[in-house]
């Protein structure tokens, strides 16, 4: 079984940063997207960044400029770098992963996706 286990959220003043880390661990052959989404009170979960295998990001409009993504393949950990943080910030942030459990997966392309926990961010103006 897969896991995500996220890290590092917290409560932070508008203009601070925050780093957030998330390992997967478990039956994994190789993670294809890893990406971090958020849910804010009242609203819908919505993509932050993700990174690709080749390390390729994608970024929502409102964090560009402001959140770098990153990981470690070696480790199976992706980061989001959070600065210049803004009240509009504050989420529940959710580590993804889509990955696949042996060469035979990668081969036939069976993915499975996996979210974590949650961690909470709080930004405070």
């Known amino acids: 079984q897969v896991q995500l286990v996220e890290s590092g959220g917290g409560l932070v003043q508008a203009g601070g940063s925050l780093r957030l880390s998330c390992t997967a661990s478990?039956?994994?052959?190789?993670?294809?997207?890893m990406g971090w989404y958020r849910q804010a009170p009242g609203k819908q979960r919505e993509l932050v960044a993700v990174?690709?295998?080749?390390?390729?990001?994608n970024y929502a409009d409102s964090v560009k400029g402001r959140f770098t993504i990153s990981r470690d393949n070696a480790k199976n950990m992706v980061y989001l770098q959070m600065n210049s943080l803004k009240p509009e910030d504050t989420a529940v942030y959710y580590c993804n992963a889509d990955y696949v459990e042996s060469v035979l997966s990668l081969v036939k392309k069976r993915y499975f996706e996996v979210w974590g926990q949650g961690t909470l961010v709080t930004v405070s103006s």
């Open positions: 478990g039956s994994i052959f190789r993670i294809k997207n």
């Open positions: 990174i690709t295998d080749g390390g390729s990001t």
